[in-house]
């Protein structure tokens, strides 16, 4: 949808409308008609400069084509596609911004011939985490003078969900972490099937795979007999973030950093091969099962990132359902928080400050 | 050639007509080869494969030079005039050393903006030809470097890619994208095209100063219809008198046949015998002995109270109007009778021997007068003129002091009394005559010199223009040699007025007629000798009259010499264009306009009644044109659209290069596509040229499901027979038909 077309007056214009507004003076008070002349261009070209970026921006057609997603700190790709109606002016020297806050780097068209539908990119640096809305686009040209800017804004809602910063951990990391529960975040045995160790040997069943049999041990056997192979059980990391409010209250920045810790060690340990899930207390219905793969990374982040902290949340102290076999209870606020908190049947498990973690878990290379 | 090529290599084709503009303005040889030659060397030497270039500390230290060299032109004497040129002069010295430097984005802005510093400043110093041409070439290239510039300057950042290593920002180029360069261009010569006829709009339309600055060459600039009736000593500057032709004279002697010796003719207009301190100008007293004169047409009507004895030495003048409108009746000492073609009301003044018409709403319209006229007028006809001994009101002592002791000065020189005028008329106009020739003597001594360039004359301390020019300037036009002169006499009691006029010697023989140009213009001085005589007394440098001086003389002007109607064209359209041209093309235009409407409308008429005649249909044969002349229009539209609409189709279907039978076929078999695409055009869903037919598809889908499916059916059908192979047949076609009904009714059934 098209909203508003404005004449924005820059300060180049500004200028240059001074400038002819003393030529027009001087004109007045000398006979020349060369300067007439002068004055006289400097005039048309403030009115064809208006004549042309209006011509032209009047046939600009842009569609926001937005990501699902993106990161905090991390730059955030917004393609547009920008489509020329005229039939008798191509489009040249257009810019196209986004109204919003946050660092910006506009997307930019250097040309689109008639009728042609090209594809640009814009740059944006989310700072803050949760769902970022996009409505309204202003394209900007000031073609062909520089003198006026012509603007045209298009109106069209798209959701982007800003996930929490990850940042770079140590890669033991996890190991500091979890030290206090030895190897129980691994399964010993490993189950038969896909995979590519040695699990045993077994007779052949019609079906199975001819490269499946082990011919060494089979020649001695009277009946053919197959390598049965199993995969490794990966290491499982079950968080629960702890965003219950407390007395004293966490400050917001706190509450951020304990979900972007946690969205850190879940990244980190993702990419170390463990299965990983999340639940979050305090927040309504946020409990992401346990699995492995990068989708499910992205369903988790996707999770932090829709974490409203100004929807009504439960107490501290109140009761909880929390899942068993948590791991790790990750809460805001400093070091030694002031206020214990309680955790129940789950004393089992590691519950450690975002701020600890900061400190004990972050890269020394990464600051 | 990469852009920055580009927009340098057209910054300095801007900067190289910005300094020849400059130069030509200032009249000046050596700084056009220097400057000119200087830039044009630094494409070879900084942009060659040499790319030699000044270190930052030469630029730095050329730059002060530069600067110091302006600096000291304007400190020891500053003089207002001077700036434009002090400015152009630093400027185009930045221009060539920044043509030398190493230029960045911000540099090449500077040079483009110094170079317009330089236009203007071209512009404020001349209006010659070929400084006009300089400039309005140099302000189309203007519109190309900007362009250029901007498009360079913004595409800096350019477009992200990605690359192995993350993203990264390369320069877009114009040469690089397809069909940009040429888009640039078409684009460019558009608003070459808009900004030359915007230009020439305002040109033409923008309203000019009415305030004069001269009387003579000042006609061009004044913005009245009349003849100046005063001369402005106000705003002095350099005059480029126009080679219009004003007025076409014929002259015949007593005899009735052209003198066989060709005489100057001196017309006087504008009798001007009051100085006003205040405004700097000379104006005429309204004289309360003026009588009307009743002409008829083609009668002459006597000017005198009484009769004149017209057998002996009568001149007879007849003037035609060319170029000037004016009210005043421009004639010879002493004019004795007029006559018009037309009936006329003349206001003739006895005191000054001036006739003016007094019907101003046809001062515009007059085509001509004839005057009988007396130059060497006797004392008795100058009576029956006037009636009666023309009693001046006393005039005033000059009020100007420092006048008044230049004038004690110059009669202290005599043995004359300048101070005490004597009562006896005999005696007084004696004086009156001899103080006069003192003066005039003073005046065209070598002590003055004449010259149209009055930049130089600057007013300083509330000084008036007259002081300044007899004490100090000692230069000027005849205007000022004019006002020298009356001054100094009316200081001294002498009685003086100022005569405005036409100084004549053009003659061409085959016509037997004087021509009369704006150039002619003249101001002399009539000093009274007599109870009804004025002697003319013509205080400006003899041979100087309508020449500029020798160091004046441009090296362009000697060039131009030989183009001098190209010249005159310039200076008579464009470089003197000013209100009264503005009013006199207005009233052109308006009569052109209803000449084009009545000759058409009597043509239509005329057709029609012809056409009734010839057809007998009586009173209805306008109807029946009417009716036949709206059906070849409408056909004739019909005709058009349906031509646009098949070369759409054809486009739209890629059937432009087949033969015509197979285009044809393609046309018939694949109509339906075409319609599907206007119909989704009117739905607000135009494809995109580069867009493929089936993403296309798919976007319709995105924004009408039903339409996107109806639409990828159309496509798939269109694929099948365009490049499919595929005939269809009649039924086949009424489907394909049906599909774009049910695609209509998809798109707008719900809206």
Redesign the interface.
């Known amino acids: 949808m098209i909203g508003r077309r404005r004449y924005h007056l820059h300060l180049p214009g500004v200028i240059f409308v001074a400038l002819t507004v003393l030529i027009g003076a001087a004109t007045s008070q000398r006979r020349g008609n060369l300067l007439v002349w002068v004055f006289a261009s400097m005039l048309a070209w403030i009115i064809v400069s208006g004549i042309i970026s209006g011509g032209m921006m009047m046939a600009v057609r842009m569609r926001r084509i937005a990501p699902r997603s993106g990161r905090v700190g991390e730059p955030l790709i917004i393609r547009y596609e920008v489509t020329c109606e005229s039939r008798f002016w191509p489009i040249f020297d257009l810019r196209i911004n986004e109204q919003i806050p946050g660092k910006w780097k506009s997307a930019y068209l250097m040309h689109c011939r008639r009728g042609e539908s090209i594809t640009v990119e814009g740059e944006l640096l989310p700072e803050v985490r949760g769902r970022l809305l996009l409505r309204r686009s202003r394209c900007l040209s000031g073609f062909p003078f520089g003198l006026i800017m012509k603007s045209v804004e298009f109106l069209q809602d798209s959701e982007v969900l800003i996930h929490p910063k990850v940042s770079k951990l140590h890669p033991q990391a996890l190991r500091r972490l979890l030290i206090a529960r030895g190897d129980e975040g691994r399964r010993m045995n490993s189950a038969r099937g896909g995979g590519d160790e040695f699990h045993g040997l077994r007779d052949y069943r019609p079906g199975d795979s001819l490269r499946s049999v082990a011919w060494r041990r089979s020649a001695s056997l009277p009946e053919l007999v197959v390598v049965d192979r199993s995969a490794p059980i990966p290491w499982r990391l079950a968080i629960a973030l702890d965003l219950r409010i407390t007395e004293p209250a966490q400050t917001r920045d706190a509450e951020e950093q304990a979900i972007a810790m946690t969205a850190s060690l879940l990244h980190h340990a993702e990419q170390s091969g463990w299965e990983i899930s999340l639940e979050v207390l305090g927040c309504a219905a946020i409990d992401v099962p346990m699995r492995r793969g990068g989708r499910h990374v992205n369903q988790i982040l996707d999770a932090l990132a829709a974490v409203d902290l100004d929807a009504p949340r439960s107490v501290n102290g109140a009761q909880h359902e929390v899942r068993r076999g948590i791991d790790l209870i990750i809460y805001p606020g400093p070091i030694h928080s002031g206020t214990p908190r309680s955790y129940g049947h789950l004393d089992h498990c590691v519950a450690i400050s975002a701020t600890s973690i900061a400190a004990t878990c972050g890269d020394s290379s990464n600051g | 050639m990469g852009d920055w090529q580009s927009v340098r290599r057209h910054n300095l084709g801007f900067a190289l007509l910005a300094l020849a503009a400059f130069a030509v303005s200032e009249r000046s040889i050596v700084l056009l080869a220097t400057v000119f030659l200087t830039t044009l060397a630094s494409w070879v030497i900084t942009g060659g494969w040499r790319r030699r270039m000044l270190p930052a500390w030469a630029v730095g230290l050329l730059l002060f030079v530069a600067f110091a060299i302006g600096f000291g032109r304007v400190y020891p004497t500053p003089d207002p005039s001077d700036i434009p040129s002090v400015i152009g002069i630093v400027v185009s010295f930045v221009i060539v050393i920044r043509m030398y430097a190493r230029r960045s984005i911000g540099d090449e802005r500077q040079i483009l903006m110094l170079s317009s510093v330089l236009?203007?400043a071209?512009?404020?110093q001349?209006?010659d030809l070929l400084?006009?041409l300089l400039?309005?070439g140099a302000?189309l290239m203007a519109?190309n470097c900007?362009?250029r510039f901007?498009?360079a300057a913004?595409?800096k950042?350019?477009?992200?890619v990605n690359v192995d290593s993350g993203?990264v920002f390369v320069r877009?180029s114009?040469v690089q994208?397809?069909?940009?360069s040429q888009?640039?261009k078409r684009?460019?010569r558009?608003?070459f095209v808009?900004?030359l006829v915007?230009?020439?709009a305002?040109?033409l339309f923008?309203p000019?100063?009415p305030q004069p600055?001269g009387a003579l060459f000042?006609m061009?600039?004044s913005g009245q219809l009349e003849f100046p009736n005063h001369i402005s000593l106000m705003?002095p500057?350099r005059l480029s008198p126009s080679e219009k032709e004003l007025l076409s004279v014929a002259w015949l002697g007593p005899d009735g046949n052209p003198p066989p010796n060709v005489q100057v003719l001196r017309l006087r207009g504008a009798i001007l015998d009051r100085y006003d301190v205040g405004a700097a100008e000379w104006f005429s007293r309204r004289m309360a002995s003026e009588r009307f004169v009743i002409v008829e047409g083609g009668k002459y009507q006597s000017l005198a109270n009484s009769p004149i004895d017209e057998r002996m030495n009568t001149f007879t003048m007849r003037v035609e109007f060319r170029g000037l409108y004016s009210d005043v009746v421009l004639s010879p000492w002493a004019p004795i009778s007029i006559a018009g073609l037309t009936s006329q009301v003349y206001v003739f003044s006895p005191a000054t021997l001036a006739v003016r018409t007094l019907d101003l709403e046809s001062a515009g319209v007059i085509t001509g007068y004839d005057l009988r006229v007396q130059p060497f007028a006797s004392e008795s006809t100058l009576e029956s003129l006037q009636g009666e001994p023309v009693r001046l009101p006393p005039i005033a002592t000059f009020p100007v002091q420092a006048v008044r002791d230049a004038a004690q000065r110059i009669a202290a020189e005599t043995d004359l009394d300048s101070t005490i005028a004597s009562q006896d008329p005999a005696a007084r106009w004696a004086r009156n005559l001899r103080l006069a020739r003192i003066f005039e003597r003073e005046l065209t001594s070598e002590r003055f010199s004449y010259t149209m360039d009055l930049r130089s004359f600057i007013r300083r301390d509330g000084r008036d223009p007259i002081d300044l020019f007899l004490n100090e300037y000692r230069f000027g036009h005849c205007e000022y040699f004019a006002s020298g002169l009356c001054a100094l006499c009316q200081s001294v009691g002498v009685d003086a007025r100022i005569v405005v006029g036409f100084l004549v010697d053009e003659y061409d023989k085959s016509s037997q007629r004087y021509t009369v140009r704006e150039s002619d213009g003249h101001a002399w001085v009539e000093v009274r000798t007599g109870e009804y005589q004025w002697t003319m007394i013509d205080p400006t440098p003899v041979g100087n009259i309508s020449a500029t001086p020798p160091e004046d003389e441009s090296w362009a002007q000697i060039f131009w010499l030989l183009s001098a109607p190209l010249e005159s064209l310039w200076r008579d359209q464009?470089?003197?264009?000013?209100a009264r041209a503005q009013n006199a093309l207005a009233q052109q235009a308006n009569t052109w306009i209803r000449d084009v409407m009545r000759s058409g409308w009597t043509s239509i008429e005329q057709t029609a009644r012809n056409a009734g005649e010839s057809s007998r249909l009586g009173a209805y044969g306008i109807v029946w044109i009417g009716s036949v002349a709206m059906t070849i229009a409408l056909s004739f539209a019909a005709a058009f659209i349906g031509y646009r609409r098949w070369r759409r189709a054809q486009r739209a279907l890629g059937v432009t290069r087949l033969g015509r039978a197979r285009a044809r076929v393609a046309m018939r078999d694949g109509a339906f596509y075409v319609d599907a695409l206007d119909l989704l055009d009117q739905g607000g869903m135009?494809r995109?040229?580069?867009?493929p037919l089936r993403s296309f598809a798919v976007r319709v889908a995105s924004e009408h499901a039903r339409a996107g499916e109806i639409f990828s059916e159309i496509v798939e059908r269109f694929y099948a027979v365009r490049f499919g192979g595929q005939r269809p047949d009649s039924r086949r076609r009424a489907d394909d038909h049906s599909l774009v009904v049910q695609l209509r009714q998809a798109l707008f059934a719900t809206r």
Not at chain 2, 157 to 160: A, I, K, V
Not at chain 2, 177 to 180: F, I, L
Request: net charge positive; glycine share 8%.
């Open positions: 236009v203007v071209a512009a404020l001349s209006s400084v006009g400039v309005l302000t519109v900007i362009v901007r498009l913004n595409a950042d350019g477009t992200p993203r877009e114009l994208r397809r069909g940009a888009d640039l684009t460019i558009i608003a808009f900004v915007m230009t020439s305002i040109f923008l000019r100063n600055t000042g061009a600039g705003s500057q464009v470089a003197q264009f000013d135009r995109p040229t580069n867009l």
